[in-house]
């Protein structure tokens, strides 16, 4: 919710690059006190997954899934994103081995369609970004890009789990930032975006959202997800994390008063429920 207030304001590239920024700093001064350095001590093999890991899901990933709001909006995209759960569970076991269980599965399964019938009740699939009516080709490309976006969010998580090992997850977590960092200043070089970037810098509101935003995604957030990928398999770990539909809608209607459909409800009990199989 920090993330959007400030994405109004400022655009989504420069809230890309400052939120990893910011974040990095959290992270740094977290892990010069607890671990006793700035510097995160990897091996090259960490080093390189975890760069990969923040490549894959920060910059790719999250290219992908901005282009995608721009054609055929937020919802609709946020909708092709819960794909992210099965194909990382996909991903997991070609590459890591995993292997869900029938009850996990069905837990994924019901948590997903619970999730779908929360945002389901917000597409017009008629309606792109800024209201423009959609037609066939954006419509498919836009889906396509989102698709994208979700295989790089995928990717970027078992990468991650991958790379990490035993590491501790809030020194992994810097590494694949610092990657972003990089990644994203090079895309907004070739966007010939900095001197919109150094005016985001100057909107003091948006600053203190990106800030508190920063607070709780790529430093607390993101750490969290790699501390769940540790000691539990991916696919699980990401099925829990795509949850954000159904867990913002309490404060929706405490922050924004907003209205909550029938439907939304149900599918917050639906995703509840198929949460509930993973731990039976």
């Keep these: ?106 837990g994924m399964g019901i948590t997903l369609l619970g999730i779908v019938l929360v945002m389901a009740t917000k597409i017009d699939i008629r309606k792109g970004a800024f ?37 501790d997850a809030f020194s992994a977590t810097q590494i694949r930032i610092i990657a972003g960092v990089v990644g994203f200043s090079i895309v907004i070089t070739l966007f010939k975006r900095w001197k919109h970037l150094f005016g985001a810098l100057k909107d003091l509101r948006a600053m203190k959202f990106m800030t508190i935003g920063s607070f709780t995604g790529p430093f607390l957030g993101v750490s969290f997800s790699l501390l769940a990928v540790q000691h539990t398999d991916t696919g699980i770990a990401a099925t829990l994390m795509a949850l954000t539909p159904v867990m913002i809608i309490p404060p929706a209607i405490l922050m924004k008063k907003e209205k909550i459909k029938a439907l939304e409800i149900i599918g917050a009990l639906v995703s509840v429920g198929g949460v509930a199989l993973f731990f039976l």
């Design 1 to 106: 919710m920090a993330f959007e207030s400030a994405g109004k304001r400022v655009g989504a590239l420069s809230l890309n690059l400052i939120r990893l920024v910011i974040g990095l700093v959290f992270l740094s001064i977290y892990n010069a006190i607890i671990n006793d350095g700035f510097i995160p001590t990897a091996t090259h093999y960490q080093w390189f997954w975890l760069v990969m890991s923040g490549l894959m899901g920060f910059v790719l990933g999250d290219l992908f899934l901005f282009r995608a709001f721009i054609m055929i909006g937020a919802r609709i995209s946020m909708l092709i994103m819960a794909m992210v759960p099965p194909v990382t569970a996909l991903i997991g076991w070609i590459t890591l081995g995993e292997v869900l269980s029938g009850m996990e599965f069905l």
């Design 131 to 167: 209201g423009k009516t959609l037609k066939m080709g954006p419509l498919v490309l836009g889906c396509i890009l989102a698709l994208g976006g979700a295989v790089g969010q995928a990717a970027g998580l078992v990468l991650s789990k991958k790379g990490m090992q035993d590491m």
